[in-house]
């Protein structure tokens, strides 16, 4: 049987646990290192140890329902635990502190719903969000994970950055797209050219294209050394909010963006006009 193949996971005794702790974070950090999942020899490889050392460290891991073993693929992911401190660890970061400013003032002077998303294990992952006083009712909420083909934030996402996990993602989606989704984008180079408009544009506006009724224009956060850090989007019903690049709604998107990289000692080629 290959070393990959699906094995049942036994828990180790607890003394086990605590003098394993030190390497299973050892084992936890090289599954988030290889994008959050790998199989068993990708992490033995990654750690230069054994599968059947690594598989006992992961038995703890599944107990503690930090890891999970996909019985698909018989890869191992990060579990529910692992993502709800990874939430934790992120909201606290810099960046995090930075937008949640940002989006307040969306909010209260704007009156936009609005959310700071990051790329978590699985995709563009929403980590906060703020409301006006009369919010828009949509069915996503903090820890909601976005579409990166068929989102304003997951655009904005792939167009700025070039994660490989964002690769794979957009081959996926292009897989399993509905008739309709393939009518606006039919394959990858259709995308590449949706991405590199969006880059000009600076911002990713949708019209209907989540949700019906829906429309949403989201703006990149980066570091100072350019990379994506996070990504502002704003939503509201199509009726009333116009996400076209240009229009109030979409350069007061692009500010806030703006202000949070500027902060984060990003220095743009580009400037948003006033």
């Known amino acids: 049987m290959s ?20 390497t299973a974070v050892s084992v936890l950090k090289a599954l988030a290192e290889l994008g959050g999942a790998a199989s068993l020899t990708g992490l033995a490889s990654r750690l230069s140890e054994s599968p059947p050392k690594v598989h006992r460290y992961l038995a703890s891991l599944v107990d503690a329902e930090l890891v999970l073993q996909d019985p698909a693929t018989a890869r191992y992911i990060l579990g529910p635990e692992a993502i709800t401190i990874g939430l934790a660890a992120i909201r606290q970061s810099e960046v995090l502190t930075l937008a949640g400013v940002e989006l307040a003032k969306l909010a209260d002077a704007h009156q936009l719903s609005c959310f700071v998303s990051v790329l978590g294990n699985r995709g563009p992952t929403i980590v906060r969000w703020e409301e006006p006083v009369l919010p828009v009712t949509v069915n996503v909420r903090v820890g909601s994970v976005m579409p990166v083909l ?20 957009v081959r996926e989606e292009l897989s399993s797209a509905s008739a309709e ?20 544009l600076r911002c990713a506006p949708i019209r209907d294209v989540l949700l019906n009724g829906v429309s949403a224009v989201a703006a990149p956060i ?11 989007t704003a939503l509201g019903p199509s009726g009333g909010f116009d996400p076209t690049p240009g229009a109030s709604t979409a350069l007061v998107v692009m500010r806030a ?10 220095r743009p080629e580009f400037q948003v006009a006033d």
């Open 222 to 232: 980066f570091t100072d050394s350019g990379k994506l850090a996070a990504v502002i």
């Open 150 to 169: 068929w989102s304003a934030t997951g655009r904005a996402f792939g167009a700025f950055s070039d994660a490989a996990l964002l690769q794979d993602l």
């Open 3 to 22: 070393s990959d193949a699906l094995e049942p996971v036994e828990p180790l005794g607890r003394r086990s646990r605590v003098q394993s702790a030190g």
């Open 257 to 266: 963006a703006a202000a949070v990289s500027d902060r984060l000692g990003y």
């Open 181 to 200: 989704q393939r009518r606006t984008l039919a394959n990858q180079k259709a995308v590449n050219a949706l991405f590199k408009e969006i880059r000009l």
